[in-house]
């Protein structure tokens, strides 16, 4: 009997009306200059709970996924009414009461500000997995720009997509090695039919993908055969470091040269090469 009383005063007390206004009454508090620092840290912890999209405990959890508004907000709210004095936890409520039915304008600008925000976070949680799903498609390689880059048309209509393959970093045409780079690409890929999986595209329109041709991997092929590097970032050796490495030590193609300079240093110390020229840009 008294359980069953306690659970209906408990229930009763915090309704989502009681409890929107026991919200907007922590919302004065955090505000107020006089108010204590515990209560009034609890309340901001409450608040940012409340207004997150994160449950604790997701809602799809049967019985349990209900616990954020019949026992962990209260429970929040009941802490910080707890730590307030009463008379100025007296006064935030007669605020809040004020504004019964509506938000103040502060919280409704929060409130908005917040909205904006998850919306931007869902934008940009949405297009990273796009990017992250690969497009896959078919087409002819119809022309070789230099060791990682090729043009592929995917029908006889339509226009060549240019394609940098992913993963590699082959020598600038106009660094030593460059020109038998791109031939070497030539060989393996021109007029040929592969497969592209593009992840995205780079600051200069071009797909970055992973190249096929049946089931080579011609990304690999080309690290394999000394033809160019693994792709770095930071402390990342990137994905073909074990092939480089196999490369290196074979002393296959461009690895043959000891002095042999990595094209990303090479652009930033000389730029990239100037169109049609075999020579850096400076």
């Not at 020109?179 to 992840?199: I, N, S, Y």
């Not at 049946?214 to 930071?234: C, E, N, T």
Request: hydrophobic share 45%; aromatic share 8%; charged share 20%.
């Amino acid at each position: 009997m008294a359980w069953r009383q306690l659970s209906k005063r408990w229930l009763a007390f915090f309704n989502k009306a009681q409890l929107f206004r026991q919200l907007t009454a922590l919302w004065f508090m955090v505000r107020d200059p006089l108010a204590p620092r515990p209560p009034k840290l609890v309340a901001l912890l409450v608040l940012a709970y409340a207004l997150s999209p994160i449950d604790l405990i997701p809602d799809f959890i049967p019985v349990l996924g209900l616990l954020d508004d019949l026992i962990l907000l209260p429970l929040g709210v009941a802490l910080a009414v707890r730590l307030t004095p009463r008379a100025l936890w007296q006064q935030m409520l007669d605020k809040a009461d004020q504004f019964k039915g509506r938000l103040p304008k502060q919280l409704a600008g929060v409130l908005l500000v917040v909205v904006l925000w998850l919306v931007a976070v869902g934008a940009l949680v949405a297009s990273t997995h796009a990017l992250a799903e690969p497009v896959q498609w078919s087409g002819v390689v119809t022309h070789v720009v230099d060791g990682d880059t090729v043009h592929v048309r995917a029908t006889p209509n339509a226009e060549a997509r240019s394609v940098r393959i992913l993963g590699i970093d082959a020598p600038e045409s106009c660094q030593s090695y460059g020109r038998e780079a791109t031939q070497a690409l030539k060989a393996m890929a021109l007029g040929r039919t592969v497969w592209v999986a593009t992840t995205q595209q780079d600051d200069y329109g071009r797909d970055l993908a992973v190249l096929r041709l049946g089931a080579d991997d011609i990304g690999q092929q080309l690290v394999m055969a000394g033809h160019a590097w693994s792709y770095r970032f930071k402390q990342d050796p990137g994905p073909y470091a074990e092939q480089e490495t196999q490369a290196r030590q074979a002393r296959r193609g461009l690895f043959a040269d000891a002095a042999a300079q990595y094209p990303g240093k090479f652009r930033r110390e000389h730029g990239p090469c100037q169109w049609g020229s075999a020579r850096p840009s400076r």
